[in-house]
Structures are given as C-alpha cells and as structure tokens.
Nanobody, 123 residues
Framework: VQLQASGGGLVQAGGSLRLSCRDS????????MGWFRQTPGKERVLVAG????????YYTDSVKGRFTISRNNAQNTLYLQMNDLRPEDTAVYYC?????????????????WGQGTLVTVSS
C-alpha cells in the first residue's frame, strides 16, 4: 500500500481530529494531494487539496475555516487538521496523490489512494 491513512475515530461535535497520510514509496513530493470523503450511497468528494509545494490549497465550502490541509514532503506525509467537527462531517476519509503538481476536484485526476479512515462525529 503506497498511501497509509490514519487518525480517524469517534469524536463529539465540536471536537478535533488530525488525519495523517504517509506515502511509503516517497513518490508524492512532486504531486498535488487531496483528502476526499465519502458516505454510503454518495460519490467521493474532495474536501481539501494542496499543491506539491504546499503553497496553494483548496477547501470545499462546508469545511472552510474549520479544516486545514498541510504536507511535510521531507517526511512524505499529508495532514488534515479538523476542528469544530460536526455530525455531517461523518464519513470515510481518503487521501490521494494527483497525477499533476496540484490538486483537482475530479477523482479521475488521482492515481494513488489510501485505504480510508473512518471519522464519526456524534451530536
């Protein structure tokens, strides 16, 4: 498995979690990366994206001001800091490596995916 996601769990509304995604093959440092989430019966949606240098980011409207995406290329790790969590943030979260140097909202623009980590926010 190239991308290993971790950090999910059960948290109360208003709480925080930090997701991590480690690239064991060290091939993502020149690529954009993203965090997607998916709930049963729905499409996988980009929550946050970041370019290869970490100086350009994207957030879907519902998480702006609450989530922060970052990366440490020296440690081949992608992060998603999630604050003020809400029940509607409950989903399986996936990290992914883009084919290009920046993020994309299209799942087809990503060629490597982590296994997913479940985030459950209770009300």
């Amino acid at each position: 498995v190239q991308l290993q996601a971790s950090g999910g769990g059960l948290v109360q509304a208003g709480g925080s979690l930090r997701l991590s995604c480690r690239d064991s093959r060290r091939t993502s440092s020149n690529n954009g990366m993203g965090w997607f989430r998916q709930t049963p019966g729905k499409e996988r949606v980009l929550v946050a994206g970041i370019n290869w240098r970490g100086d350009s980011t994207y957030y879907t409207d519902s998480v702006k001001g609450r989530f922060t995406i970052s990366r440490n290329n020296a440690q081949n790790t992608l992060y998603l800091q999630m604050n003020d969590l809400r029940p509607e943030d409950t989903a399986v979260y996936y990290c992914a490596t883009a084919r290009s140097a920046t993020w994309s909202t299209a799942t087809t623009s990503y060629n490597y995916w982590g296994q997913g980590t479940l985030v459950t926010v209770s009300s």
